[in-house]
């Protein structure tokens, strides 16, 4: 599995600080995205994107992508959070 | 030839978070509520509400995204039109500057304000 963490964030926001800090101490690699340092068309662009995770557009709003390669089921069920065969 | 706005932002002393702790402090008490006992927290919030008086000329929360046009954002301008609801339900208001004396106290539990502004 592949894991990509990205940050939307705003430079007047300590809560969001406290996730950089979270993350920096954690050692987690992240992109981020402070939206209100963008230019317009590029902040229209980020909060699209970020509408489709988080429709109330808050921040800070973390966001883990998981790419699973091929068909790798147990992957894929954990991933989902669907029953495993051996669940029941 | 200097724009009359740049004359008038001249004119107003220089905006300090320590000067803007003193007012909202007394602001805070007129209300029955105090600022967040978290210092460090609340000086990055006064910051916050520094550079958006700066940046768009009225103190939005720090912790939502400003448009730029002062009406669009009338009830995010600080403290914001929901404050009041989510003190009176968490204690706090959404982005944690203003609190209940029982916040402080460490009675309430410290939770996400869930987000009231209408997209």
């Not at chain 1, 340092?37 to 429709?55: C, F, P, R, V, Y």
């Not at chain 2, 402090?25 to 609340?42: C, I, T």
């Amino acid at each position: 599995m592949h894991k990509r963490v990205r940050l939307y964030s705003l430079s007047t926001c300590p809560v969001c600080k406290k996730v950089k800090e979270f993350l920096k101490n954690n050692s987690v690699e992240y992109d981020l995205i402070e939206v209100d340092t963008l230019d317009s068309g590029e902040q229209w662009l980020a909060m699209k994107e970020l509408k489709k995770i988080n429709h109330l557009e808050t921040f800070p709003t973390v966001v883990v992508e998981t790419a699973v390669v091929g068909f790798d089921e147990e992957s894929l069920r954990k991933i989902l959070e669907l029953n495993t065969s051996y669940d029941t | 030839m200097r724009k009359a706005s740049e004359k008038f932002w001249n004119l107003i002393p220089h905006m300090t978070p320590e000067k803007l702790y003193e007012i909202l402090e007394k602001y805070a008490r007129s209300r029955g509520w105090q600022l967040n006992k978290d210092k460090d927290f609340v000086f990055e919030l006064l910051k916050g509400l520094i550079k958006n008086e700066e940046r768009y000329g009225y103190r939005s929360c720090p912790c939502r995204l400003a448009s730029g046009d002062k009406k669009t954002d009338a009830d995010i301008i600080c403290p914001c039109l929901y404050s009041v609801e989510d003190i009176k339900e968490y204690g706090r208001c959404y982005c944690g500057l203003y609190v209940t004396k029982e916040y402080n106290e460490g009675k309430i539990k410290s939770n996400v304000v869930p987000e009231r502004r209408k997209k």
